[in-house]
Structure formats: C-alpha cells, structure tokens
C-alpha cells in the first residue's frame, strides 16, 4: 500500500519568507497527488492536484505554487509567505477515484 | 467552485448516545468517501459509497448514499470515547477532484 512521507513536521517562518515543502510517494506509481491547508478547527481546502509529472492544476489563486518533477515528487513552495498562509498543509495521493491517502502533514506558522 | 455542505459542525455526545452527521451537494456526485481525524492527526479513509441508496456498515458505524446521489450521511450507534475526532465527506465531482466538507467535530464525554 502506498507510504506518504511529508517535511518538515513543523516549521515557524517570518513573514516575507520562502517556502518549499515536500511530498513524495512508496508503493505506487503515477498517482494523482493533492496538497491540502487546513487552517485551525477548519476543514480541507484544495489547492493544487497533478495527474502527472509536470501538470498541475491550481484550485485557488494565492501567492503559493506547486511543481511535480519526479512522478511521486510533489512540492509546494511559496516565494514570500503571508500571515494567512498558516495552517496544516496535507499531502495525498490516490489512484483515480480510489482512496486518498494523507501524509503525516507539516504544521506550518507564519509570525 | 463546487461546494460540499456538512452539518452538524460540533456534537457533543454522551458516551453511548447515537451521533450522525450530514453531507448534501448541489449537484449529482459520482461518488463520497468519508474520513476521519482524530486531534492532531491526518484524515484516514473509512469508507466509499458509489451507488444510489447504497448502505455500508462498519461496526457501530452505518454509511448511507442518497437515491438522487447529492446527500450522504454517517451514523454511529453508541458512541465510544475512540470515535472522538473530526468526521469529514469528500465528494468527487470529475476528473479525479475532491471537495471536502468542513467536517463534523465529535466529542464524547465518558
């Protein structure tokens, strides 16, 4: 079955600052791939998927963007990050309308 | 975009009291999964419900698809102090999208 695993576990950034999580893949090959953010008591939100390498399709605009180069390589990253960027950022993946499969998550806190 | 309605969004239960939570769409979904979270932790798959009035069972825990597929609800008889966490639907609507209802926060008291 497929092991998602997601770092860091927790990270504090200022304001202004990059960001680069990341996502990869065991047990399966050419997932579809998902990043999620859950803010504090909230529910999912969906911001990006990728059906394969390279094709990413972003739910949300907002100052974050995602990249796929590897087939269980998934990447989120942001240039400057914002306060409202903070939250609980889940990785998932699935095989077509199958079952999504979380990782652990990166707890991220803008200050 | 395509939105997913879940209620309640808290419950507070007494420890073997029955709990339900409720999701309803708009439109016809292809299929609904549920998950669970508990604090602190990832959503975990508990289920996928595919066909029109279809009904699934898990222990204490009943999952049902609405006829017209656009609601779906999960029901936990006698609740435990382990069913603590956030319950979750998530609908696919096309081309391999989910859209995730706010979810559902369950507290048990024992």
């Known amino acids: 079955s497929q092991t998602i695993h997601q770092w860091p576990a927790t990270l504090v950034q200022p304001v202004g600052s990059p960001l680069s999580l990341e996502c990869t893949v065991e047990g399966t090959s050419n997932p579809n791939l998902y990043w999620y953010r859950q803010a504090a008591g909230r529910g999912l939100q969906l911001l990006f998927y990728?059906?394969?390498?390279?094709?990413i399709s972003s739910e949300v605009p907002q100052n974050l963007s995602a990249s796929r180069p590897q087939d269980r390589q998934f990447i989120l990253s942001s240039k400057k990050l914002l306060l409202s960027d903070s939250g609980f950022y889940l990785c998932a993946c699935s095989r077509d309308t199958d079952t999504q499969y979380f990782g652990p998550g990166t707890r991220l806190t803008v200050l | 975009g395509q939105q997913v309605m879940q209620i309640p969004q808290y419950q507070h239960v007494q420890e073997g009291e029955d709990f339900t939570t409720y999701c309803n769409s708009s439109t016809t979904l292809s299929n609904i999964q549920w998950y669970k979270q508990r604090p602190g932790g990832h959503p975990v798959f508990l289920i996928q419900?595919?066909?029109?009035?279809e009904v699934k069972k898990q222990k204490r825990l009943t999952f049902q698809f609405g006829e017209a597929k656009k609601n779906s609800s999960l029901h936990i008889t006698a609740t435990q102090t382990t069913d603590v966490g956030t319950y979750f639907c998530a609908a696919l609507y096309n081309f391999n999208k989910f859209y995730f209802g706010s979810g559902t926060k369950l507290n048990v008291k024992p």
């Open positions: 419900l595919v066909k029109s009035g």
């Open positions: 990728s059906v394969g390498i390279g094709q």
